[in-house]
């Protein structure tokens, strides 16, 4: 077979100040091929793709596409060679119908006459649906990432990168962009696709490169590899995957009863009669879509968002009225979904984030004046025993890359030493060995008599680590049940809004 490339990239070399983010890479992609880019944190993925969509332009080396030179100055010019992108964090706007939010995404000669009826045709034609005339902030997230992705479609593009996909969508949304992405396949579409869940390239892919410190390591048939080959493969070094593990329960430690909270955003969603236990030893895993409750339901556990007094309990005290200082004194602690600007303040040094939620479990405030010492020897050890890569604790948090900060956070936390711990999206954009060593550390933990409430969108996470899940969808929780007892189809529809069990069996 004499086909010759779609892509290739030869030699592409790019610094910034202090590091070099691709180091001499080189790897094509064939013409119809979904071919998956795989490294950890940092490994350079995002200044790769970043630079085949124009945003950035390489230092060395060079790009060719249909066999012909390849360098664009600007996403425009990418996309009028036919390549399109979605992004893992949307580019949209709420206030603005789909059909508005497709135009301002695309290229003016691109934009036909009738651009709503386009809409509905190839929505249609990729089993996409999609109302032209709704507002996005109507939208549900699958949804959202649907008007992405037909933006890019309506572009006829050759070359369709897709970043982390998967991320925000139930398991049937799963199964609909999948076979969306094997019709484009067939149709001679090439796809790039990101992801950290292997299972998922295993799945889907037809080859992998895969990068490491910003070189190319390895080139493989995911098909022919299981997801902890993947994983050691891009990591460099063996690894330990963390097991679910029945847990020996103590008394209840977290009571939360009726709970019921408006949103203080206007998009968010409200919560509604919300009502779960967390057991000494117990990983309580919460599921769901993006935007139907989980940060809501955070703030009202720690302390964020004031409720009546006995909506929640923490080890038999009312603290629904209390502020998160007062629920840390109780033996709370929390890991927020926002790493920065929310668990760590940028401009900051590491251990002056130690201040803001360590100091008074740990002692660093003591009749209004702080320990600097604490502080810093706290810090210190979070970097230690977390493996957080840092030039110093005097660093600020924004130096970090997204998994060692993430690493830092969770660690500042763990190290308290909490009763209870509720934790939002606890490996959000982390690799699979900083994965690993957050999900050993948990369940380290909850073995050390800790109730953990783990809020998150990976349903591959949650089976791995939970003893016990619901699932969150429109503010309400579904009931608690075994981890393991409900099959993933079922899950799907209690995401997707399907309440009870009659409901389910309604639907099938």
């Not at 490994?43 to 790009?63: C, P, R």
């Not at 709970?259 to 998009?267: G, V």
């Not at 509720?422 to 909850?446: K, N």
């Not at 429109?474 to 993933?488: A, F, H, K, N, Y």
């Amino acid at each position: 077979m004499n086909e010759k490339p779609l892509l290739e990239l030869s030699g592409l070399t790019k610094r910034f100040p202090g590091v070099i983010a691709n180091d001499d890479v080189s790897f094509s992609i064939m013409p119809g091929e979904v071919h998956a880019l795989l490294g950890e944190n940092g490994a350079g993925k995002s200044t790769l793709v970043k630079m085949i969509y124009g945003v950035l332009h390489a230092d060395e080396g060079s790009m060719h596409f249909g066999g012909a030179p390849y360098a664009p100055a600007r996403p425009s010019e990418a996309r009028a060679h036919g390549v399109g992108m979605v992004f893992q964090h949307f580019s949209l706007f709420d206030a603005l119908t789909v059909a508005d939010n497709v135009a301002l995404g695309m290229n003016k000669d691109a934009v036909g006459a009738n651009l709503d009826q386009q809409i509905i045709e190839v929505s249609e034609a990729y089993g996409l649906t999609l109302d032209p005339t709704r507002y996005i902030g109507s939208l549900s997230v699958g949804e959202r990432q649907r008007v992405e992705i037909i933006r890019c479609l309506l572009q006829n593009p050759r070359l369709l990168i897709m970043d982390e996909p998967t991320s925000v969508l139930t398991p049937q949304e799963v199964e609909i962009l999948f076979e969306t992405l094997r019709q484009l396949s067939s149709e001679g579409c090439s796809i790039l696709y990101i992801s950290h869940k292997l299972d998922e390239i295993r799945v889907l892919c037809d080859r992998a490169t895969v990068l490491r410190g910003g070189k190319v390591v390895g080139d493989c048939d995911p098909r022919q590899e299981t997801a902890k080959s993947l994983a050691e493969m891009m990591i460099g070094t063996t690894l330990t995957m963390a097991e679910r593990k029945q847990a020996d329960m103590g008394d209840e430690r977290l009571h939360v009863s009726g709970l019921t909270a408006e949103s203080h955003d206007p998009f968010g969603v409200d919560l509604a009669d919300i009502s779960f236990s967390v057991r000494a030893g117990e990983i309580l895993g919460i599921a769901g879509v993006a935007g139907n409750g989980q940060v809501e339901l955070m703030e009202a556990l720690i302390g964020e968002h004031i409720t009546p007094a006995g909506m929640v309990n923490i080890d038999g005290t009312a603290a629904g009225n209390l502020g998160p200082t007062e629920r840390r004194a109780l033996g709370m602690c929390s890991v927020p979904e926002e790493r920065l600007g929310h668990g760590a303040v940028p401009d900051m040094a590491l251990w002056e984030n130690i201040i803001l939620s360590a100091r008074t479990r740990k002692g660093i405030e003591k009749n209004g004046f702080l320990n600097l010492e604490i502080a810093q020897d706290f810090a210190r050890e979070v970097v230690d025993k977390f493996n957080v890569k840092t030039s110093g604790i005097e660093h600020d948090a924004k130096s970090l890359s997204g998994g060692n900060l993430q690493k830092f956070i969770v660690g500042r936390e763990i190290l308290q030493a909490p009763n209870v711990l509720v934790i939002l999206q606890p490996t959000w954009g982390v690799d699979a060995a900083a994965a690993a060593d957050i999900h050993r550390a948990l369940q380290e933990l909850a073995d050390a008599g800790t109730a953990i409430l783990v809020i998150s969108q990976d349903l591959d996470e949650l089976m791995a680590i939970s003893n016990n899940f619901a699932v969150i969808s429109e503010g309400r929780l579904s009931d608690v049940s075994p981890t393991g007892s409900l099959s993933i189809e079922e899950i799907g529809l209690l995401m997707g809004g399907v309440h009870s069990s009659a409901n389910m069996e309604t639907v099938a």
